[in-house]
C-alpha cells in the first residue's frame, strides 16, 4: 500500500508543505521520499536531513500514520528560478 500525502511531523517539527510518497507496508520495513519544493523549503529540508542523518525519529504523516523514519540521502536541484530537496528514507513501524 502506498501512502502520499502533505504535511510530515518529524519528532516536535512540523513541516506541513512537505509531500511524502511511502511504499509498502508497515510489516515489510517499506520506505519512500519526503519532498520539499521552494527555496526556503528545501533548504529547511536539507539542513533537517544533515542534523538527522542516521538517526532513527518518529514521523506523523497527514493521513494519521506514524512511522519510525531514518533518513538515508538527500539530492537538491537548484535552478535560477526553483529549488527542490528530495530526501530518501527508510521507515518501520514505531
Not at 536531513?49 to 531514518?70: I, M, Q, Y
Amino acid at each position: 500500500m502506498e501512502r502520499r500525502g502533505r504535511g510530515v511531523t518529524l519528532g516536535k517539527s512540523l513541516f506541513p508543505e512537505w509531500r511524502y510518497s511511502i511504499a509498502g507496508d508497515v510489516s515489510t520495513v517499506p520506505g519512500g521520499v519526503i519532498v520539499a519544493e521552494g527555496w526556503e523549503s528545501s533548504h529547511a529540508l536539507a539542513r533537517w536531513f544533515e542534523a538527522n542523518k542516521g538517526k532513527t525519529v518518529p514521523c506523523r504523516f497527514s493521513d494519521g500514520t506514524v512511522l519510525a523514519v531514518c533518513a538515508r540521502g538527500v539530492s537538491v536541484h537548484e535552478s535560477g528560478h526553483w529549488s527542490e530537496a528530495v530526501m530518501e528514507v527508510e521507515t518501520r513501524a514505531s
